[in-house]
């Protein structure tokens, strides 16, 4: 007889967190805290409306001013901030829920006209693709201010210190944003990162800042309580190299040899994969190989796609962005193959209740 498969509703054991089932909600802005990135009792309500996800991932969330690099975003450096979201975790936890930090520094995808003037660093003089969202209307990237070599060891800290923070306001755990062209991802690849120091070059050294940065993490926790999410795909905000596997492979590998509580990747998403281009089109089943420890995936999936990544053995859980916006109670409607509420994207981003605590529950 063939052993049962594993699925979404099964339970699993994150290190001693027992999550009671494997449904992720992601990471996902949505623009609702404070001008002075302090998490809302109306952030509190939205978190805690989703407790019933096997874990949920905040929203990225600025470990210092100069990570700052979206409007009303939370920080969680400053008392304020952590005391803001000591009561999101209380709400959640009361909830039945568990929840984890992500932590973030936007690097060079940020604005002066945001940030009093200052420009925003990166590994090198080299702006961001795309456009950047202000109040007044949509700007160009500027070219960002390269950091200093005695400026990376202070960023590292602050991930360490973000870390002490979220786990002083009762976090579950952090994971560190390492995708998506943030700080992390720039000095990683090649096509943001022309620097011929300790930090720039061969894959090792592009690498570095992410290992000291999820090294300071562990040290100011634990292993297990520590994840880090990648986009080995991804190619937003212009990120990009010459070698994604092999950049991608060195780095999935040394993560993996600290023991941390589990890596989060990426998958490209449709519209990438109709364009082409795609170094690596299927980003699991390349780099679970490569690991040892929980395996979170994410993008495009929804129960079925699930259940199969989950049954191959190619992921341990899986993380749903905008089926969540819409749907709080995304794990229920799952269960009961009910439909779910079309989400409005309009209402992704901005203030207030509408599109963010407004969505029915089921049968409501």
Request: proline share 8%; net charge neutral; hydrophobic share 35%.
């Amino acid at each position: 007889m063939n052993p049962r498969r594993s699925n979404l509703f099964d339970t699993y054991d994150l290190y001693g967190l027992q999550l009671p089932n494997r449904m992720v909600m992601s990471p996902m802005t949505r623009t609702r805290a404070t001008e002075g990135g302090v998490p809302t009792d109306l952030g509190a309500e939205y978190y805690t409306q989703r407790a019933t996800a096997g874990l949920i991932i905040t929203e990225c969330t600025q470990v210092s001013d100069q990570g700052h690099g979206i409007i009303r975003a939370p920080g969680i450096h400053r008392p304020d901030q952590i005391q803001g979201w000591r009561h999101v975790v209380e709400r959640v936890h009361a909830a039945g829920g568990r929840i984890y930090c992500q932590i973030w520094h936007c690097g060079r995808v940020a604005h002066p006209d945001m940030r009093g003037g200052e420009l925003p660093v990166a590994p090198s003089p080299i702006p961001a693709k795309g456009d950047f969202f202000l109040p007044s209307g949509r700007v160009d990237f500027p070219i960002p201010r390269p950091l200093e070599l005695r400026e990376i060891a202070p960023i590292v800290e602050d991930f360490a210190q973000a870390t002490r923070n979220a786990r002083a306001a009762g976090f579950d755990g952090v994971e560190l944003h390492g995708a998506n062209g943030y700080l992390q991802d720039q000095f990683l690849q090649d096509a943001s990162n022309r620097r011929n120091d300790a930090y720039g070059g061969r894959i090792e050294n592009r690498a570095r800042l992410m290992i000291e940065t999820a090294e300071a993490m562990i040290g100011a926790w634990s292993p297990e309580r520590i994840g880090v999410r990648l986009s080995p795909s991804g190619t937003l905000y212009g990120a990009d190299d010459s070698n994604k596997l092999e950049t991608f492979g060195y780095v999935v590998r040394a993560l993996d040899a600290l023991r941390i509580g589990y890596l989060h990747f990426t998958e490209p998403n449709a519209k990438m994969l109709e364009a082409g281009g795609v170094q690596i089109p299927h980003v699991v089943e390349t780099f679970r190989p490569m690991t040892t420890g929980p395996v979170i995936v994410n993008t495009g999936f929804d129960k079925a796609k699930a259940n199969t990544v989950i049954g191959a053995g190619r992921a341990d859980l899986v993380a749903f962005g905008v089926p969540y916006i819409a749907n709080p109670d995304l794990v229920a409607r799952y269960r009961a193959d009910a439909s779910l509420n079309k989400p409005d994207p309009t209402t992704f981003y901005g203030i207030g209740p509408k599109g963010y605590t407004d969505y029915p529950l089921l049968g409501g």
